[in-house]
């Protein structure tokens, strides 16, 4: 498909959509934990996903990753990919989907300060600093506002930290991706080395974090496999397929839609409280990420 100057309605309605499946993704995470392990339901997440994704990459032809691929960054990526689903899956356990949500999905805020430093053309301009500075303000009222409940029920301080390492963690594999080349390699090739170096990691720590099962249920496993067969795999390639069809600054500039979903969908589905609290820090956080990824004016002609 021939590469589009702008984006139209196909487009959008498909990044609207996944934006909803990627919102949905994290109220999954926190359903699925009352059946497993945080850390061995990563395992188990990456463990389906990247079979499923090795089986497409053989039916395209592409080269399963080398160590060649490794040696540059794979590995790296994957360390990132981990302690950022680690701090994520627990994170999970300890707070909403609401609240870790929010933090989550600040990721542009560390990455856009982190390009800044260090990839020549990323400069910040005034527009990103103000994004910068509404999303910053609404981590911070995300992570102040502790509200009341009974005790060992309300959100978790270090749940909402962990979510904020998560994020950082996150905004770590672009960088890798960058400085090490592997924007030369395919979408395909990082998501499986992300997910290859992953499983051994999140299956052996979660032998270390006690019982590896919860009394499983059926909707327990259907939120994995929803996450492995539908998330990890198929939305993750959708959104690769998109930023190779559209402008990248025109794809991301719809992330701001998914931290709105999961607070709703973690409202709607897990009847979690969504207070002022919660609605002014998803408020800033969703602006600056609009200001974030908006893409600077085109220069006018002589």
Aim: hydrophobic share 55%; proline share 6%; glycine share 12%.
């Amino acid at each position: 498909m021939e590469r589009k100057a702008s984006m139209d309605a196909a487009g959008a309605a498909l990044l609207l959509g996944c934006a909803l499946l990627f919102g949905l993704n994290n109220v999954t995470i926190k359903v699925a934990n009352g059946g497993f392990q945080p850390l061995f339901q990563a395992g188990l997440r990456s463990l389906g996903a990247v079979v499923l994704i090795g089986l497409w990459m053989r039916l395209r032809g592409i080269p399963l990753p080398g160590a060649g691929v490794y040696r540059r960054g794979g590995v790296l990526i994957g360390l990132f990919f981990t302690a950022e689903f680690v701090c994520l899956y627990i994170a999970l356990d300890l707070t909403t989907v609401a609240r870790a949500s929010i933090i989550f999905y600040s990721m542009p805020v560390w990455l856009a300060l982190a390009a800044h430093a260090l990839l020549p053309g990323e400069r910040l301009t005034m527009v990103r600093l103000a994004g910068l500075g509404l999303a910053m303000a609404g981590v911070a009222w995300a992570l102040l506002d502790r509200p009341g409940g009974p005790e060992g029920e309300g959100p978790s301080l270090l749940g909402d930290v962990l979510a904020l390492i998560a994020a950082m963690c996150w905004a770590g594999i672009p960088l890798v991706i960058r400085l090490t080349g592997l924007s030369r390699e395919r979408a395909e090739t990082q998501l499986f080395c992300q997910l290859a170096v992953s499983v051994p990691l999140f299956l052996g720590l979660s032998l270390l974090g006690g019982p590896l099962l919860r009394d499983p249920q059926f909707v327990h496993v259907a939120s994995v496999v929803y996450q492995f067969a539908v998330v990890a795999s198929g939305v993750f390639l959708v959104w690769f397929w998109l930023i190779s069809i559209y402008p990248a600054s025109a794809v991301a500039s719809f992330s701001f839609v998914t931290p709105v979903a999961s607070v709703a969908l973690g409202w709607a589905l897990l009847d979690e409280p969504v207070g002022p609290g919660v609605l002014g820090a998803l408020a800033l956080v969703a602006a600056g990420l609009f200001f974030i990824n908006r893409p600077a004016p085109a220069p006018k002609a002589a």
